[in-house]
């Protein structure tokens, strides 16, 4: 059975990539741009766990770290997550367990800033590859705001709002 496709996306970010790459490393700064809750262990082997403020996560590891240029993790949906955002008609859980894909970021020096290049590996079914183009296409012009100085307004997918409007979950 052949791979399936490789979802690629790209953005052009007014910032070094020195200054971009801490965006996926840092858990403050990764929910700048993403998630409302990160844990982030950036080693090999080290966990990537993102939450999203109405209950949707992210879990996998790190697999590769050479700052500034390149990062892999593995990707998957937390335990739960699927079913809890998306209910029982549209996803279940086990269509993208925890660590089943792999996501790699590239950054290169462009014009004064970066250009970074997501490439998300085995994505399994058309409507998954779609949901999450859309999704990184959404997520990575927020980046590009963010690692630029600016506050790209509320999280569409956690219901947050830009800087000093986050709550402290307890």
Request: charged share 25%.
């Amino acid at each position: 059975m052949s791979k399936p496709p490789v979802l690629e996306v790209s953005v052009r970010i007014a910032a070094a990539p020195e200054d971009v790459f801490p965006y996926f490393t840092d858990p403050a700064r990764h929910v700048g741009w993403m998630g409302s809750e990160a844990e982030l262990e950036p080693v090999p082997g080290g966990a990537y766990c993102l939450r999203m403020g109405d209950g949707f996560g992210v879990s996998g590891t790190f697999q590769e770290i050479d700052s500034p240029r390149r990062l892999s993790v593995t990707w998957g949906w937390a335990p739960g997550a699927a079913q809890a955002v998306l209910g029982d008609d549209h996803a279940r859980d086990d269509d993208l367990p925890p660590g089943s894909t792999r996501v790699v970021v590239l950054l290169e020096a462009q014009d004064g800033g970066s250009r970074l290049t997501l490439q998300h590996h085995e994505l399994p079914t058309d409507e998954l590859r779609e949901g999450h183009r859309v999704a990184w296409e959404t997520y990575l012009a927020r980046l590009a705001v963010r690692a630029a100085g600016g506050d790209p307004g509320p999280d569409p997918h956690s219901g947050s709002v830009g800087d000093g409007a986050r709550k402290a979950e307890s």
